[in-house]
């Protein structure tokens, strides 16, 4: 229990402090997850889309594996990535392995099926006949589209919780592609697990807090602006 | 109607879709101005052909030609369907204020500012919801709703008004309400209007000619009048409310009316059938009178016959009353007339009604 306090206190303060090094962590975590939900929020919502607007043999195939990439397993992202950014892999040539940009294309291609399921699902409950009445006020394929998910956005918004809260609490995939450097491609997670390996529970215990106070953050804002606006 | 230039028509439409009745429509012509009322059951496929006009969907086979141009669906779609306005069973508002739904189809057709917020105030003034126009739609009871999105559809000033069953998830007086507001904004505009409905009454109250679809086919269309009066079949003589429908040989012609049996009743009826021939005797609830005794004397009706209550039925501001005269009848009395002739079930009671009254429909081959 002493240990837990003691944690508590060290992150309370190492962020009134501003301690440079968390500080530099933190940022990074906020950097890279939020790039890559960005990313997977524009990816996914479109694909989401059009997925849930189209109608082709195998679309319950194409949504089941959808469905199933909401739950990849980071680790075998993180080693696919590897694979592909690796000096002699089909992407080598990049020279990103270990950075934060791998860190980012890593936790994009986690979150992409996530914000796309949710897309897919937040379009395909609207009223059937929407798309339609849409389209007789003689708005173009497009605005129809933006209409749609203009109309869909409160349980979209719920794709941008998921897939943010998907992304920064991930480690697996971070610390296979970012490699965990100091001052470079160390996030929040991965920073977690290391000091937690060295024993210094005080620290993992405060870069823990931090990570559950960034999520917790991020969604209250979310959620505020979710509920602000009753549901129909 | 109003004029007798055509402004759609469709050319040996056909359409398919699963789980939904197929669409063969051969030919059908809208004229401009007028309002057109699209009746038939539930299942008939009034929506599918609404959106099929509408070019929502893409038909299997078929023209539609408009304003005398053949659409082509993959070139001419948004350019056409700016042309027309649709508004649904369901309101399907957008989810933001009262204001900014009406003015959707003007923004997404690029209207200025001004012009847009000109045109919205306009529309909202005529249907009576210029107090909502901060209102989130969310937040509107159903007529409010409805009355949004035919505002909605009124401000793009459509050439053809398509209108899907607007008022049939209302109450009874929204839906009169809102009838009445529609019935003078159609009038008093040059709005070409086709109104899908199952109630006649509304067809009849709105439109200038009726179009008759069952199981995807129009099988009658004319002036609402002729409609009513002049079924062509039995199937829309059913539809159309006559409720008694007698197949009958006719016995002998006597000028330009004819006897004919039923079950070894004689009815007289006007018109040209043949001693021999059988023919579908059709007589409207609304031309049977009741009387308690033998009036035969009295009334210019041919058709007198003496009857018992089969069934009685409370039916809006009518009483249904089905009577076995040797042959089903059927008559509509007010509540009044009904407690005037003590009327109840197994009562003795005399049924008359013109030979003029009774249209004829004759079968052929």
């Given at each position: 229990?002493?240990?837990?306090?003691e944690?508590?206190?060290?992150a309370?303060?190492?962020?009134?402090?501003?301690?440079?090094?968390?500080?530099?962590?933190?940022?990074?975590?906020?950097?890279v997850?939020?790039a890559?939900?960005?990313?997977?929020?524009?990816?996914?919502?479109?694909?989401?889309?059009?997925?849930a607007?189209?109608?082709?043999?195998?679309?319950?195939?194409?949504?089941?594996?959808?469905n199933?990439?909401?739950?990849?397993?980071?680790?075998?992202?993180?080693?696919?990535?590897?694979?592909?950014?690796?000096r002699?892999?089909?992407?080598?040539?990049?020279?990103?392995?270990?950075?934060?940009?791998?860190?980012?294309?890593?936790?994009?291609?986690?979150?992409?099926?996530?914000?796309?399921?949710?897309?897919?699902?937040?379009?395909?409950?609207?009223?059937?006949?929407?798309?339609?009445?849409?389209?007789?006020?003689?708005?173009?394929?497009?605005?129809?589209?933006?209409?749609?998910?203009?109309?869909?956005?409160?349980?979209?918004?719920?794709?941008?919780m998921a897939?943010?809260?998907?992304?920064?609490?991930?480690?697996?995939?971070?610390?296979?592609v970012?490699?965990?450097?100091?001052?470079y491609?160390?996030?929040?997670?991965?920073?977690?697990?290391?000091e937690?390996?060295?024993g210094?529970?005080?620290?993992?215990?405060?870069?823990?807090?931090?990570l559950?106070?960034?999520?917790?953050?991020?969604?209250?804002?979310?959620?505020?602006?979710q509920?602000r606006?009753?549901?129909? | 109607?109003k004029?007798?230039?055509?402004?759609?028509?469709?050319?040996?439409l056909?359409?398919?879709?699963?789980?939904?009745?197929?669409?063969?429509?051969p030919?059908l012509?809208?004229?401009?101005?007028?309002?057109?009322?699209?009746?038939?059951?539930?299942?008939?496929?009034k929506?599918?052909?609404?959106?099929?006009?509408?070019?929502?969907?893409?038909?299997?086979?078929?023209?539609i030609?408009?304003?005398?141009?053949?659409?082509?669906?993959?070139?001419?779609?948004?350019?056409?369907?700016?042309?027309?306005?649709?508004?649904?069973?369901e309101?399907?508002?957008?989810?933001?204020?009262v204001?900014?739904?009406?003015?959707?189809?003007?923004?997404?057709?690029?209207?200025?500012?001004?012009?847009?917020?000109?045109?919205?105030?306009?529309?909202?003034?005529r249907?009576?919801?210029?107090?909502?126009?901060?209102r989130?739609?969310?937040?509107?009871?159903?007529?409010?709703?409805?009355?949004?999105?035919?505002?909605?559809?009124?401000?793009?000033?459509?050439?053809?008004?398509?209108?899907?069953?607007?008022?049939?998830?209302?109450?009874?007086?929204?839906?009169?309400?809102?009838?009445e507001?529609?019935?003078a904004?159609?009038?008093?505009?040059?709005?070409?209007?086709?109104?899908?409905?199952?109630?006649?009454?509304?067809?009849?109250?709105?439109?200038?000619?009726?179009?008759?679809?069952?199981?995807?086919?129009?099988?009658?269309?004319?002036?609402?009048?002729e409609?009513?009066?002049?079924?062509?079949?039995?199937?829309?003589?059913?539809?159309?409310?006559?409720?008694?429908?007698?197949?009958?040989?006719?016995?002998?012609r006597?000028?330009?009316?004819?006897?004919?049996?039923?079950?070894?009743?004689?009815?007289?009826?006007?018109?040209?059938?043949?001693?021999?021939e059988?023919?579908?005797?059709?007589?409207?609830?609304?031309?049977?009178?009741?009387?308690?005794?033998?009036?035969?004397?009295?009334?210019?009706?041919?058709?007198?016959?003496?009857?018992?209550?089969?069934?009685?039925?409370?039916?809006?501001?009518?009483?249904?009353?089905?009577?076995?005269?040797?042959?089903?009848?059927?008559?509509?009395?007010?509540?009044?007339?009904?407690?005037?002739?003590?009327?109840?079930?197994?009562?003795?009671?005399?049924?008359?009604?013109?030979?003029?009254?009774?249209?004829?429909?004759?079968?052929?081959?």
């Open positions: 229990m002493d240990l837990i306090l944690g508590v206190k060290k309370f303060w190492l962020l009134i402090t501003f301690d440079p090094e968390v500080m530099g962590v933190t940022l990074l975590s906020l950097q997850s939020g890559a939900t960005g990313i997977s929020l524009f990816i996914g919502i479109f694909t989401g889309t059009l997925l607007l189209s109608e082709f043999r195998g679309k319950r195939f194409v949504v089941s594996l959808v199933t990439g909401m739950g990849l397993p980071p680790v075998v992202v993180g080693l696919f990535v590897t694979i592909f950014l690796w002699n892999g089909p992407l080598g040539f990049l020279g990103i392995l270990y950075t934060p940009t791998a860190m980012v294309i890593a936790q994009a291609i986690i979150a992409v099926p996530i914000v796309t399921g949710i897309s897919l699902a937040a379009i395909q409950q609207l009223p059937a006949k929407l798309r339609l009445q849409i389209l007789a006020l003689g708005a173009t394929r497009r605005q129809m589209v933006w209409m749609l998910i203009k109309e869909a956005r409160l349980p979209l918004l719920a794709a941008v897939g943010f809260g998907g992304v920064i609490s991930e480690v697996g995939a971070s610390i296979m970012g490699g965990n450097i100091k001052g491609s160390r996030v929040l997670t991965t920073a977690t697990v290391m937690t390996s060295r210094n529970f005080d620290v993992a215990i405060a870069l823990g807090v931090i559950l106070f960034l999520a917790y953050l991020v969604n209250l804002l979310l959620t505020h602006i509920q606006r009753r549901p129909r | 109607m004029s007798f230039t055509p402004i759609l028509e469709v050319k040996g056909r359409f398919k879709r699963q789980q939904a009745v197929p669409i063969d429509i030919h012509i809208v004229y401009e101005k007028e309002v057109l009322a699209l009746i038939g059951p539930n299942g008939a496929g929506t599918t052909l609404m959106e099929v006009l509408a070019h929502l969907v893409r038909p299997q086979e078929g023209q030609i408009f304003e005398g141009k053949e659409i082509d669906f993959d070139r001419d779609q948004t350019r056409y369907r700016r042309k027309l306005a649709m508004v649904f069973q309101p399907l508002l957008l989810d933001t204020t204001f900014e739904n009406v003015a959707s189809g003007l923004k997404f057709r690029g209207l200025k500012k001004k012009e847009i917020e000109q045109k919205v105030e306009h529309c909202l003034e249907f009576g919801i210029a107090h909502l126009r901060h989130p739609a969310r937040l509107l009871s159903g007529g409010e709703a409805q009355r949004t999105s035919l505002a909605r559809a009124f401000a793009v000033e459509p050439r053809i008004l398509l209108l899907d069953e607007p008022f049939s998830s209302l109450d009874p007086p929204s839906r009169e309400s809102l009838i507001d529609l019935e904004n159609v009038r008093g505009s040059e709005t070409t209007a086709i109104l899908a409905t199952h109630d006649r009454t509304e067809a009849l109250r709105l439109s200038d000619r009726i179009a008759v679809m069952m199981e995807g086919r129009i099988r009658q269309i004319g002036p609402s009048d409609i009513m009066n002049h079924p062509v079949n039995e199937e829309v003589a059913s539809f159309v409310g006559v409720e008694t429908i007698l197949s009958c040989k006719v016995l002998s006597n000028g330009g009316s004819f006897v004919a049996s039923f079950r070894g009743q004689e009815i007289e009826a006007v018109g040209d059938a043949q001693p021999g059988v023919v579908l005797l059709c007589i409207r609830p609304e031309e049977v009178t009741l009387s308690t005794g033998l009036v035969k004397e009295s009334t210019s009706a041919r058709n007198v016959f003496p009857g018992r209550v089969t069934n009685l039925r409370p039916l809006g501001l009518y009483q249904k009353v089905e009577l076995d005269c040797g042959f089903p009848l059927t008559a509509y009395v007010t509540h009044h007339s009904a407690e005037n002739l003590l009327l109840e079930e197994g009562k003795e009671i005399w049924a008359s009604f013109k030979a003029t009254a009774i249209h004829v429909i004759r079968k052929k081959g």
